[in-house]
């Protein structure tokens, strides 16, 4: 598009500046359109950085091979710069921002020499939502590009709005100029990384990773680390949770969220098919959830992000036949295996694997190979309108209402499969002591148990202590229509290490239980740690669940719950002064009550 006077100068002389710094070689204002869409991907095939996918089996979609370097988030280089660290936090990264910014203009200097600097407007919500809010991304990146065009509602559309002062700016480069002689790759990126945020000017600079929240700084950067601060500062909260529409046979709806770590079935839950005859759940949101009290006091929230970047692996049919109809078509496939008909195929998509493949890296794969076809953080970026079961609210600018909030993790021992919190407060406690085991979405070990408090630690921007005080505030704000808050273990395992429960399409059978408590029809009975489904009110009809597997999946083991209260105690020291005194009361109760 051509730079005219309708773009803030504040804007123009960013770019200007950036365009300098980096010496790009030529600046694209993203207009969002189609045929700009198109004309990126061809450029892209044309670099070997997309493979197209045969249209006739999925048109127009692609896949694309990431650097085996570059495959999921850098948390070691993922750094909160305020001021001091104490603000940042004992959870975060944390390096002085006058002397970052000058190590990372070092690194941005002719970064882009030889590529063209794209500058991307976009909005994180609906546009005209009051709780929408304006970044724009400088990248290098044209894969970039495309995937912020299915994330996020990109272009002149968000660009009209701009003004001088109400924008986040996302700096991004792949850290791979194209100095004389060197010829371009198709991914590239830089095995320096930093993924930097500067919470109390409100910007992002990310260096050299290609790769999904990374690189796509509308997701975790802007849309939970930075939007955090924001919601602290202004009194809402912006966090790592699904949103669903639940609907009962009957016709009533109420919409809940569910707060997961990385790669734990958020995408699933969002988008279940019930085994219960006659319920209904639809898709607000997958990944992220911006929050507030309406002027009523009713909790409403809205996705603030326009697609799905959702992990391939063990997506199937049977695990998620919404997500496999989302990608039928328009969609990009990062770093999954190809068919030799041209589709794509990963891990757990069919039962039995095709004879032959090319795997992530290109190479041949068969049955036989040792190694896995597609990554462990393989992706899919879709838009979130051709999902079949997507919200009719989910553009709604006040958000929708909520009823319930979850909370869960991976874990295969301990935590039954659904507790209610007694209040509130206990609820924010059990929120802040969520521990899962780590998986694939991070670079990193796999398989590790880590506290993972609301499923935010690696995108809570400020103080994770002072974030549990933001939580317990809000709840006491005048007029707030509290929801129940629930914490939810669809992992449990038995002895022998088998799942004591069957999970995706039959969890609509904890949230009928949760819909009906919020509706009062069901009873809890209380535990030492909350309450669980009174007998008879969890519905298990059809499930053939025998006595003991349903005795175990909630049972309360003390011995085990005394450890468990031992180690969120000697967690939480970790935040020192700033873990709030509730929840050392809370330790003491639950220990008490045990
Ligand atoms: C994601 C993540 O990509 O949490 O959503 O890592
Ligand atoms: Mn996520």
Same mark, same amino acid.
């Given at each position: 598009?051509?730079v005219n006077?309708?773009? %803030?100068k504040?804007l123009k002389?960013?770019?200007?500046d950036?365009a300098?710094?980096?010496n790009?070689?030529?600046?694209?204002?993203?207009?969002?359109?189609?045929?700009?869409y198109d004309s990126?991907?061809?450029?892209?095939?044309?670099?070997?950085?997309?493979?197209?996918?045969?249209? #006739?089996?999925r048109?127009h979609? =692609?896949?694309?091979?990431?650097?085996?370097d570059d495959?999921?988030?850098?948390?070691?280089?993922?750094y909160?710069?305020?001021?001091t660290?104490?603000?940042?936090?004992?959870?975060? &990264?944390?390096?002085?921002?006058t002397?970052?910014? #000058?190590?990372?203009?070092?690194?941005?200097?002719n970064?882009?020499?030889g590529?063209?600097?794209?500058v991307?407007?976009?909005?994180m919500g609906?546009i005209?939502s009051?709780m929408?809010k304006f970044?724009v991304?400088?990248?290098?990146s044209?894969?970039?590009?495309c995937s912020?065009?299915?994330?996020?509602?990109?272009g002149?559309?968000?660009?009209?709005?701009?003004?001088?002062d109400?924008?986040?700016?996302?700096?991004?480069?792949? /850290?791979?100029?194209?100095v004389e002689?060197?010829?371009?790759?198709?991914?590239?990126?830089?095995?320096?990384?930093?993924?930097?945020?500067?919470?109390e000017t409100?910007?992002?600079?990310s260096?050299?990773?290609?790769?999904?929240?990374n690189a796509?700084l509308?997701?975790k950067?802007?849309?939970?680390r930075?939007?955090?601060v924001?919601?602290?500062d202004?009194g809402?909260?912006?966090?790592?949770m699904?949103i669903?529409?639940?609907t009962?046979?009957?016709?009533?709806?109420r919409?809940?969220m569910?707060? =997961?770590?990385s790669a734990?079935?958020?995408?699933n839950?969002a988008m279940l098919t019930?085994s219960?005859?006659?319920?209904?759940?639809?898709?607000?949101?997958?990944?992220?959830?911006?929050?507030?009290?309406?002027k009523?006091g009713?909790?409403?929230a809205?996705?603030?992000?326009?697609?799905?970047?959702?992990?391939?692996?063990?997506?199937?049919?049977?695990?998620?036949?919404?997500?496999i109809?989302?990608l039928?078509?328009?969609?990009?496939?990062? *770093?999954?295996?190809?068919?030799?008909?041209?589709d794509?195929w990963?891990?757990?998509?069919?039962?039995?694997?095709p004879?032959?493949?090319?795997?992530?890296?290109?190479?041949d794969w068969?049955?036989?190979? *040792?190694s896995?076809a597609?990554?462990?953080?393989?992706?899919?970026?879709?838009?979130?309108?051709q999902?079949?079961?997507?919200?009719?609210?989910?553009n709604?600018p006040?958000g929708? %209402?909520?009823?319930?909030?979850?909370f $869960?993790g991976r874990?295969?021992?301990?935590?039954?499969l659904?507790?209610?919190?007694f209040?509130?407060?206990? $609820?924010?406690? !059990?929120?802040?002591?969520?521990s899962?085991?780590?998986?694939?979405a991070?670079?990193?070990?796999v398989g590790?148990m880590r506290?993972?408090?609301?499923?935010?630690?690696?995108f809570?921007?400020?103080?994770? +202590?002072d974030?549990?005080?933001h939580? !317990?505030?809000?709840?006491?704000k005048?007029h707030?229509k509290?929801p129940k808050i629930?914490?939810?273990?669809?992992?449990?395992? &038995?002895?022998n290490?088998?799942?004591l429960?069957?999970?995706f /399409?039959?969890n609509?059978?904890?949230?009928?239980?949760? =819909?009906?408590?919020?509706e009062? #029809?069901v009873?809890?009975?209380?535990?030492?740690? +909350? $309450?669980?489904?009174?007998?008879?009110?969890?519905?298990?009809? /059809?499930?053939h669940?025998?006595?003991?597997?349903?005795?175990?999946?909630?049972?309360v083991?003390k011995?085990?719950w005394?450890?468990e209260?031992?180690s969120?105690?000697?967690?939480?020291k970790?935040?020192?002064?700033?873990?709030?005194?509730?929840f050392n009361d809370?330790?003491?109760?639950l220990?008490k009550?045990?």
């Open positions: 598009m051509q006077n309708s773009i %803030p504040k002389t960013w770019v200007h950036v300098i710094l980096t790009a070689e030529t600046v694209h204002w993203c207009d969002g359109s189609e045929k700009e990126l991907c061809q450029q892209l095939i044309k670099n070997k950085t997309f493979i197209p996918l045969n249209p #006739t089996v048109p979609s =692609f896949l694309a091979r990431s650097n085996p495959v999921a988030r850098v948390e070691d280089s993922t909160i710069c305020s001021q660290a104490e603000e940042a936090g004992p959870t975060n &990264n944390w390096s002085d921002p002397e970052m910014k #000058t190590k990372l203009t070092m690194l941005f200097h970064s882009m020499t590529r063209t600097l794209y991307i407007p976009f909005s609906p005209g009051p929408a970044g991304q400088i990248t290098d044209p894969y970039v590009v912020m065009r299915i994330m996020t509602r990109m002149n559309q968000a660009l009209e709005h701009l003004t001088d109400n924008w986040i700016p996302c700096l991004h480069s792949v /850290g791979s100029p194209l002689h060197i010829k371009d790759v198709p991914w590239p990126c830089n095995p320096e990384k930093y993924i930097v945020h500067f919470p409100r910007e992002i600079w260096y050299g990773s290609g790769y999904g929240g796509l509308g997701k950067c802007f849309a939970l930075i939007a955090s924001m919601a602290r202004e809402w909260l912006a966090e790592h699904l669903v529409g639940v009962n046979p009957e016709g009533k709806k919409y809940m569910a707060a =997961f770590p734990c079935g958020k995408t839950l019930p219960l005859p006659g319920w209904k759940i639809e898709t607000v949101g997958d990944d992220i959830a911006w929050i507030h009290f309406d009523e009713q909790l409403r809205i996705n603030p992000e326009a697609g799905f970047f959702g992990v391939a692996p063990g997506t199937s049919l049977a695990s998620n036949p919404n997500a109809k989302s039928e078509k328009n969609a990009i496939f990062t *770093n999954v295996a190809l068919t030799d008909d041209g794509v990963w891990e757990g998509m069919t039962k039995k694997p004879d032959h493949l090319m795997d992530w890296l290109g190479k068969t049955p036989q190979s *040792n896995k597609a990554q462990p953080n393989s992706r899919f970026t879709v838009s979130a309108a999902c079949p079961v997507i919200d009719p609210q989910w709604s006040e929708v %209402p909520i009823s319930a909030i979850l $869960g874990r295969s021992t301990v935590i039954p659904v507790t209610e919190a209040d509130w407060q206990h $609820g924010v406690f !059990l929120g802040a002591s969520i899962s085991e780590t998986t694939a991070a670079t990193g070990a590790q506290h993972d408090p609301f499923a935010m630690l690696p809570c921007g400020y103080n994770m +202590g974030y549990f005080s939580w !317990l505030n809000m709840g006491k005048k707030a509290l629930y914490y939810v273990n669809w992992f449990r395992k &038995n002895k290490g088998e799942y429960w069957p999970g /399409g039959e609509s059978r904890v949230l009928k239980w949760i =819909f009906e408590r919020a009062n #029809t009873e809890a009975q209380e535990t030492p740690i +909350g $309450g669980v489904p009174k007998p008879g009110t969890l519905d298990i009809s /059809g499930l669940l025998d006595a003991d597997t349903l005795v175990e999946l909630f049972n083991d011995k085990a005394i450890q209260s031992e969120l105690a000697n967690y939480f970790l935040f020192g002064k700033h873990l709030p005194k509730a809370e330790i003491d109760k220990r009550r045990l």
